[in-house]
């Protein structure tokens, strides 16, 4: 059964539980959850019910499950899906490098928090921080978990405790390991379950911070950002909005604190939330943004990995979707924070690409990708410096199925160079070799790639998955990659040319026509057949 009330002692400061505590004597509302005053450390407990830790591997229970979400594996499964099936947000511009996304029970802020992760839905990603409050400890830092695995009623997910232990070593006076901060905590468990039928599979980084001074938030986001540069990751700020004002003044409230979000601008989320719980102090106003330190470390930490743009996906508040809480609303928020300026990196082919292991040809980590890229780019260096032919690598079985494969070359930000072939004619090792060298010397638009070029070009790879009939209303633009064919004449966009073009469907199909196959502009809408496929896509820029 889930909890029927949207709202939760909010974590911070003493200025900010003192608020709360005089709020909640004339309010006989049920919370979420509570949080002791003072520094007092609420001890935890384990349920009676939990299933034992496995053998080999320390495991963290759920803590929430049948509370904030169903407890149920195929209830809680049917209903994330049907939040993701409903939520319906616009495309994005770029590389997804974080999201924002409300932490309350599902009846509440589910259909919210949907919008973020349905961008994330299908994507691959190595791992996966979550940045949440304390709701009922009160610490210095940031807190990481010490267990191998956390558990919820969809499965376990393994913790990468090899960026916990980076985290150390980049922040030692910043982050511990310390598990009972995390046992009784909502704010990161509610994520998961989104994220487990978002991504299929992904390694998990909790972290849990209190302190939401700027020195503490720009440690913790700094660190993050040096420790996550060259992965393959996503970061999340879990957090609510406003609480607990009547839900039009709670609208009023979160429209100015989300016009600072998206504009990331730190210095004005931190003085709203002054400006704004003083303002409505007698208007039950308790906070702006219920977890103002993880949003300001994940922007921080998104900077640092070259994000440039935060997006509002979504916006309600409990009053909006349960009148029985208009009274006392909470604010939820989805916001896609974005590099602009990259590509985004392609998602796994709805076919096997999705659902293979990691380390296997269609699912390569980033030291196979930094493999090829070096592989790609020494094979370009022989070949025009000496005229010699590299031979690919044979330590590997991943490179040695055989793959469709692109080479993209630019200089200077602007294309220099690509091909590679629809269909697979070589390992996938020979494949890029070929495909990079080809490139570099064979592409009719541009002169042969000279010495010099060599070590200044960006390259990037992408690795198809098998073509599959498909009508225009099916195509999904960044994700998928286009084929036009009729008679003798074909043409082939890759997935993200039409995010990097500005283009919407129909422009993206016209040109495809027009420039890549050479058939009428209409072509696509009279009878010229089109396929679709996706890609494992990655640059120099992925694997620094």
Not at 63 to 85: C, H, N, S, T, W
Not at 437 to 456: C, H, L, M, N, Y
Not at 467 to 482: E, N, W
């Amino acid at each position: 059964m889930l909890r029927n009330t949207p709202t939760e002692v909010v974590p911070v400061s003493p200025g900010r539980f003192a608020r709360l505590c005089l709020i909640m004597a004339v309010l006989a509302v049920a919370v979420s959850c509570s949080r002791p005053p003072g520094d007092q450390a609420v001890e935890p407990t384990k349920p009676a019910d939990a299933a034992p830790p496995a053998a080999t591997a320390k495991v963290r229970e759920p803590a929430v499950a049948g509370q904030f979400y169903p407890g149920g594996k195929d209830e809680l499964r049917k209903v994330v899906e049907g939040y993701l099936a409903a939520a319906k947000p616009e495309a994005i511009k770029g590389r997804l490098v974080a999201i924002v996304c409300p932490h309350a029970g599902y009846n509440f802020s589910g259909p919210i928090a949907a919008y973020s992760y349905k961008l994330v839905a299908g994507r691959s990603y190595d791992d996966v921080v979550v940045i949440g409050p304390s709701h009922h400890t009160a610490f210095a830092g940031a807190a990481l978990t010490e267990a191998d695995l956390w558990r919820t009623p969809l499965g376990d997910v393994p913790i990468d405790q090899g960026i916990n232990d980076a985290l150390l070593k980049a922040a030692p006076k910043t982050f511990t390991r310390d598990d009972t901060v995390q046992a009784l905590e909502h704010s990161a468990e509610v994520e998961i379950p989104f994220l487990q039928v978002s991504l299929k599979s992904f390694r998990l980084v909790p972290v849990c911070i209190q302190d939401f001074s700027p020195a503490n938030c720009k440690a913790v986001g700094h660190a993050l950002a040096q420790v996550l540069k060259g992965r393959h990751a996503l970061i999340v700020a879990s957090s609510d909005m406003a609480h607990y004002p009547a839900t039009d003044l709670c609208a009023q409230v979160d429209k100015t604190t989300l016009a600072s979000v998206v504009k990331m601008d730190l210095d004005a989320m931190y003085n709203w939330e002054r400006e704004g719980c003083a303002k409505y102090a007698d208007r039950q106003v308790v906070c702006t943004l219920c977890g103002l330190g993880p949003v300001v470390a994940v922007m921080v930490a998104a900077r640092d990995l070259g994000a440039d743009r935060a997006s509002l996906l979504k916006y309600a508040n409990s009053g909006q979707l349960d009148k029985r809480t208009a009274d006392q609303s909470v604010g939820y928020g989805a916001v896609a924070i974005s590099n602009t300026r990259a590509q985004e990196p392609a998602v796994g082919g709805e076919a096997k690409m999705d659902d293979a292991p990691l380390g296997s040809t269609d699912n390569l980590t980033v030291e196979q990708k930094r493999t090829l890229l070096t592989l790609a780019r020494r094979a370009i260096l022989e070949d025009v410096s000496h005229g010699l032919r590299l031979k690919p690598p044979t330590d590997d079985k991943a490179f040695e199925e055989r793959r469709a494969v692109f080479v993209t070359l630019k200089a200077g930000g602007k294309l220099r160079g690509c091909i590679g072939t629809l269909e697979p004619q070589a390992s996938l090792g020979e494949a890029v070799i070929d495909a990079a060298i080809s490139a570099a010397t064979e592409d009719p638009r541009f002169p042969q790639v000279r010495t010099a070029e060599v070590a200044g070009l960006d390259l990037h790879i992408s690795v198809l998955s098998p073509m599959v009939p498909t009508t225009a209303d099916k195509i999904v633009l960044g994700k998928h990659g286009i084929v036009v064919s009729q008679g003798m004449r074909r043409g082939v966009f890759l997935p993200e040319v039409a995010p990097e073009q500005g283009w919407d469907l129909d422009t993206t199909l016209t040109y495809l026509c027009v420039e890549k196959a050479g058939l009428p502009a209409d072509a696509w809408k009279h009878g010229a057949q089109l396929e679709s496929f996706t890609t494992q896509s990655f640059g120099d820029e992925d694997v620094k």
